[in-house]
């Protein structure tokens, strides 16, 4: 496999905070150099049922998570399982769940934490964080920048044809301050500043980028239900390939069928989203 390819996700994050505050990803789009579109996310708006729906393609209606509480290892092809059949290379720099969802359940701490498993069918190369002891006075969160160097690393080290990176700190200032109020705008500034130079790096590497979220969050705070705030993101998309018209809404369930398809990947029936690039 000679393409290569980076979903960044930095959770719940509402479509209004990236126009508003990503001065850098908005840059992009207005310079030319990426596309930007509103996706939404499937029922319930829950990080790990979004985690979910994004890597195997199919809603929690039908992979069987229903929330954070139910986490379990996934039987649904995802993008992980298509690029490793078709001899690529993976990485994740994420939450826990993904290595629960994606490799082995339940996530133990010392085996899983970190790992190279370069025959493993899903996750070769496996850097975790599990959040222990979150809460509204500790967010018990990784710096942006560190995940960011240690996907980077992965990528230089081993070559990967699909890494994934997800950063929970966005979703856990939202969830403590809410969204109209100057720790959030503060928050989102320093995300966007962390995570340019890693973009034009990536870039220089010869990888296509996609930056998105996996929700959005209301003016409490809040998600998992059903509302434009709590469901409605953007992602941008740094490549060669054109999508449709700005204004048209993209589903959640897209995302893993266009990944695939730009790797030159097989896309499994049980994707039956229409891939967006």
């Known amino acids: 496999m000679d393409r290569k390819l980076l979903l960044i996700i930095l959770d719940g994050v509402p479509w209004r905070n990236w126009r508003r505050l990503f001065g850098n990803m908005e840059g992009?789009?207005?310079s030319g150099d990426a596309q930007r579109w509103k996706m939404r996310s499937v029922l319930p708006s829950t990080s790990a049922s979004c985690y979910a729906s994004i890597h195997t393609g199919v809603n929690p209606q039908e992979h069987g998570c229903t929330g954070n509480g139910n986490v379990f290892r996934l039987s649904h092809p995802d993008i992980f399982s298509e690029v490793r059949k078709a001899g690529g290379v993976t990485g994740a720099v994420t939450h826990s769940f993904w290595s629960e969802f994606f490799n082995r359940s339940p996530f133990d701490y010392v085996r899983d934490i970190e790992y190279d498993e370069p025959e493993s069918k899903t996750i070769n190369h496996g850097r975790f964080h599990s959040m222990t002891g979150y809460g509204?006075?500790?967010?018990m969160t990784p710096s942006d920048v560190d995940l960011f160097a240690t996907l980077t690393s992965l990528c230089q080290r081993h070559g990967l044809n699909y890494g994934i990176l997800h950063s929970c700190t966005l979703d856990s200032m939202g969830h403590r301050f809410?969204?109209?109020?100057?720790e959030m705008d503060h928050a989102c500034f320093v995300a966007d500043?962390?995570?340019a130079p890693f973009i034009r790096r990536w870039r220089e590497a010869g990888y296509e980028v996609i930056v998105t979220a996996d929700h959005g969050q209301d003016e409490r705070g809040h998600h998992g239900g059903h509302s434009e705030l709590q469901q409605d993101f953007a992602l941008y998309y740094f490549g060669e390939a054109e999508g449709p018209d700005y204004d048209e809404?993209?589903?959640q369930?897209?995302?893993a069928p266009t990944i695939l398809k730009r790797l030159g990947v097989p896309i499994p029936e049980t994707?039956?989203?229409a891939p967006f690039l």
């Open 28 to 30: 992009w789009v207005d």
């Open 136 to 139: 509204h006075a500790n967010q």
């Open 178 to 182: 809410h969204h109209d109020c100057p």
């Open 193 to 195: 500043e962390m995570l």
């Open 249 to 251: 809404r993209l589903d």
């Open 253 to 255: 369930l897209q995302l």
């Open 271 to 273: 994707m039956r989203a």
